[in-house]
């Protein structure tokens, strides 16, 4: 049980465990890991009859893999330690375990939710959503990524790598069974109201965005580049002709609606393009950012350069077409000019202030994932 300052509710989860291994006659221990508390946590946690050790990495992750680590069984399940899980109803997942799973994933929305257990924005919106792109991206049927009562076999995890030091540790720890294919199931657990009465220490946008990152970051989704330079060259190629001269006859022509629709076309090409450097960019961080030059790295960073100065270009070049237009509107008397004129004149600085718009959303994402995820850098670096 990882443990930051739960001295009303630790008591508690203990003595259920407790029970649990009684009732059912299982050797084993309860033990928790303290991660800096700075109430009687660590005391409360002995006095109940469970083996405390500490480490002085804060964050979830780093709490549970510490636990793990120091578990003197093979067969492991934890979970908080804040009343929210029912340790006296684990038989299922101890049973799945016995059985040959390596990783047990309990579902809080098979077993059911207690009224006020979950904020109805992370129930009907964030984690539905964040599991559905873990199915997509992993191939697991895993209903509820997030749930925090779960049990592995370390001999099965023992030659992966887990480095996420937060709360995205839930969603690594199902990436790296999936891609290592190792056997993940999933049983129903009910999810009550933590007894703590103080504020969780989950924070739902920044948790939100690096699960996010981890799932991109390990998935085995390919590269989107080819698709997006095909769909951007089909685009410029029609944008390019019907910019020149309208086609067909005056009172049929294919001009301003068709030009829109190029440039649409255009414009989802480079955001896939986008995507796909982002994406590069932070499966392979160390590669990226280093300055260590390799074959891989040269790759990865080839990829990301090329698409950011394809932006900046093109907004460079928007602004300066833009500002000419103005100038040249300006200096004729500032003229009224007809709609369709007007349109063709706007669109296509436009189109490229829009792609460099792109570039820079995933230069700030970018920069969020250095910031908010330093640990992935560092682990490439171990490697």
Not at 57 to 85: K, P, W
Not at 205 to 214: E, V
Not at 286 to 292: A, E, F, I, N
Request: proline fraction near 3%.
């Amino acid at each position: 049980m990882p443990c930051l300052n739960e001295e009303r509710t630790v008591d508690s989860c203990i003595k259920e465990a407790l029970a649990f291994l009684n009732l059912n006659s299982i050797p084993g221990e309860v033990l928790v890991v303290d991660n800096g508390s700075t109430d009687c946590s660590v005391n409360v946690a002995g006095t109940a009859g469970a083996r405390v050790i500490s480490t002085t990495e804060r964050g979830y992750g780093n709490a549970l893999r510490f636990g793990i680590e120091n578990a003197m069984t093979n067969l492991v399940i934890f979970g908080d330690a804040d009343l929210s899980y029912d340790f006296f109803a684990i038989g299922e997942m101890y049973e799945l375990l016995c059985r040959g799973a390596d990783l047990v994933v309990g579902n809080r929305f098979g077993g059911g939710i207690e009224r006020g257990a979950m904020p109805l924005l992370n129930r009907y919106l964030g984690n539905p959503l964040l599991s559905l792109i873990g199915r997509k991206l992993y191939s697991v049927e895993i209903g509820d990524f997030h749930c925090g009562l779960r049990g592995l076999r370390k001999e099965s995890f023992r030659n992966v790598q887990l480095v996420a030091p937060g709360m995205e540790f839930a969603t690594e720890i199902i990436a790296e069974a999936a891609l290592k294919d190792l056997k993940i199931v999933e049983t129903p657990v009910k999810l009550r109201r933590d007894g703590r009465g103080g504020k969780s220490h989950l924070r739902r946008w920044t948790d939100g965005l690096r699960h996010i990152t981890f799932m991109v970051s390990r998935s085995r989704s390919k590269p989107l580049a080819q698709l997006g330079a095909g769909v951007s060259l089909l685009g410029a190629t029609l944008f390019v002709f019907l910019y020149v001269s309208p086609l067909g006859t005056p009172r049929r022509s294919v001009d301003l609606g068709a030009l829109i629709l190029s440039s649409l076309i255009v414009t989802f090409g480079t955001q896939l393009l986008v995507i796909s450097a982002a994406l590069k960019a932070v499966r392979e961080p160390y590669q990226l950012w280093s300055t260590r030059s390799s074959t891989h790295a040269s790759s990865s960073r080839n990829l990301y350069t090329d698409v950011r100065r394809l932006c900046s270009t093109s907004g460079l070049v928007g602004v300066v077409w833009l500002l000419g237009e103005t100038f040249f509107w300006i200096n004729s008397g500032m003229p009224e000019t007809d709609f369709r004129i007007s349109v063709r004149r706007a669109i296509l600085p436009t189109l490229l202030l829009t792609i460099w718009s792109q570039g820079l959303v995933a230069q700030i994402y970018l920069h969020l994932v250095r910031r908010n995820l330093p640990h992935l850098t560092r682990s490439n670096h171990r490697s």
